[in-house]
């Protein structure tokens, strides 16, 4: 990397043993970086639905970042107490405050536009940073806590 490069826009977060994935990518290491998601968020304890619609969400923002944000991004995926974290940042142009904005389902026939509605609809929190030098998504889920199996007295 030179000092002409530049560096995908970051969130300040302490290193900490919470840290399970760092990683740039581009297209194509967008299936690869699919799998090493599922594969960190089910051994932090996500399962069953939650861990297939965390993991789609993250998709959808990773093709994003590849399609509409410069052709590459990064990815960052951590726990923080109850719940798994996952950022993913690019330097696209942004997104216009108009289509942050709106929150409605996308027309059943429109080809895209889906990406942002879904992330938002399968994760618990949303947050979206997007300016001229590019956008930098964060979501949430809540990791259950495992119940107690039933012990015979």
């Known amino acids: 990397m030179t000092n002409a490069d530049h560096c995908a826009p970051r969130t300040v977060v302490p290193i900490e043993p919470a840290l399970l ?3 740039a990518f581009d297209r194509a290491q967008v299936t690869e970086l699919r799998h090493a998601v599922t594969s960190c968020a089910q051994a932090a304890g996500l399962h069953g639905q939650r861990l297939d619609d965390f993991v789609l969400a ?5 093709t994003n970042a590849v399609r509409h ?21 690019d330097e696209g142009l942004g997104i216009s405050a108009q289509r942050l904005d709106d929150r409605s389902r996308p027309a059943p026939e429109t080809a895209g536009g889906w990406g942002l509605w879904l992330a938002r609809q399968l ?18 889920t809540e990791i259950a806590t495992p119940v107690a199996a039933d012990r015979p007295d």
Do not use: F
């Open 21 to 23: 994935i760092a990683e």
């Open 58 to 62: 993250i998709n959808e923002l990773i």
């Open 69 to 89: 944000g410069g052709g590459q991004g990064a990815l960052r995926l951590w726990r923080n107490g109850g719940r798994l974290v996952c950022e993913i940042a």
């Open 123 to 140: 994760s618990d929190t949303m947050e979206v940073m997007s300016g001229g030098t590019g956008t930098t998504v964060r979501i949430t």
